[in-house]
């Protein structure tokens, strides 16, 4: 069986799969698929403050704590600092309601959503309005976020610190400074965007790379779906190794994203697929299948914060 999990800069292990949790809020859908995901073998979730379902999360993790199905060492729990906390002192209030809502005295990994700050303005929820209906940029250094987020270390509210959706040049400002390294940096990859180059800016660092939707996000929000952009699930390489291998497509997309040290986190609330997405440690795809799969590369962003462009840190015009 092939390793399941990846060493940090650390000491901590993070698990290679875990559970994607973004647009699960129904209650019972979110606490049923965790519960389905715990009783399958995943030991690695991933939510956010703004993904509304820490609590239904932090209900399932104490009914398993309580009946010792699971003890706290036994899981690894991502979540998020979202983008109206970016300031260093609000940077411990945000994980403290995160790990109110978790029932938990700390997070495995802590991560800032976004290098892009909005202030609150009461207007818009989740994405704040100014005067003009339009996002409420707030320009917050990132060094003094990250700050912020070494400090959550010190208090023994999250165990790892790192980053998402950030470039190689926002990773470079804290790398300057950090006292503590990012763990990692959780940004979107697949197979038709494979972030080589982030790769291996960051392994030389010592940090990791987590592949948000590494199915390519079917199910993403339509604001975010172009006509006629190619569907990651739907490519013809992968579908015939799938058959060559008998494993699922959805298998062959994992496994090529954790045979190159990849951390994956694909969200399903599917039973059935929820248990195949962790199936991906007892088969190896050869030298040849692999560089055929890197052959596809597309470097196509399905995310790209469009509403966020004109911040100062707005991430996503280097080049891939
Ligand atoms: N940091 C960030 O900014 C950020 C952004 C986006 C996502 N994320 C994280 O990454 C996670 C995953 O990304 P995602 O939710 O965008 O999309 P994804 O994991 O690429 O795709 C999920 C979709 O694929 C379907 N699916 C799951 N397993 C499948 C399989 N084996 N075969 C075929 N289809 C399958 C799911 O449907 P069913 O549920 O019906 O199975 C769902 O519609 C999120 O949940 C979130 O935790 C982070």
Redesign the pocket.
């Known amino acids: 069986m092939a390793k399941q999990s990846l060493t940090l800069n650390n000491g901590h292990k993070m698990p290679l799969v875990g559970l994607?949790?973004?647009?699960v809020t129904s209650p019972e859908e979110c606490k049923d698929s965790i519960r389905a995901a715990l009783d399958a073998g995943y030991r690695h979730i991933?939510?956010a403050y703004a993904y509304q379902n820490e609590a239904f999360i932090g209900e399932v993790l104490q009914e398993y704590f309580t009946a010792g199905k699971l003890k706290r060492e036994d899981i690894f729990v991502t979540t998020?600092l979202w983008v109206t906390y970016h300031e260093k002192d609000r940077v411990p209030l945000c994980i403290a309601e995160s790990l109110k809502r978790l029932q938990l005295d700390y997070v495995d990994m802590y991560l800032i959503?976004?290098p892009v700050g909005l202030r609150e303005t009461g207007k818009g929820g989740l994405f704040p309005l100014d005067e003009n209906n339009k996002p409420a940029f707030q320009d917050v250094l990132l060094t003094d976020t990250w700050k912020g987020m070494e400090q959550v270390v010190r208090s023994g509210q999250a165990r790892s610190i790192g980053v998402?959706?950030f470039n190689m040049e926002q990773i470079d400002k804290i790398y300057k400074i950090a006292e503590i390294i990012p763990a990692t940096n959780?940004v979107?990859c697949?197979l038709y965007l494979q972030q080589e180059k982030l790769f291996r800016f960051l392994k030389e660092r010592g940090i990791t790379l987590t592949a948000?939707?590494?199915?390519?996000?079917?199910?993403?929000p339509a604001y975010l779906q172009e006509e006629g952009a190619p569907r990651v699930?739907d490519d013809p390489v992968a579908k015939d190794l799938a058959t060559k291998y008998k494993r699922?497509?959805?298998?062959i997309h994992l496994r090529y994203l954790i045979q190159r040290d990849i951390i994956v986190?694909?969200?399903?609330?599917?039973p059935g697929?929820i248990q195949?997405?962790l199936k991906v440690f007892d088969f190896e795809l050869s030298g040849d299948d692999m560089s055929k799969l890197a052959a596809q590369d597309k470097k196509l962003r399905f995310?790209t914060g469009l509403q966020f462009k004109g911040h100062p840190e707005y991430p996503f015009d280097e080049p891939l």
């Open positions: 994607g949790m973004w647009q991933d939510t998020k959503h976004l998402s959706n959780q979107e697949h948000y939707s590494p199915f390519g996000s079917p199910a993403r699930l699922s497509v959805g298998q986190i694909p969200k399903s609330t599917n697929r195949e997405n995310f």
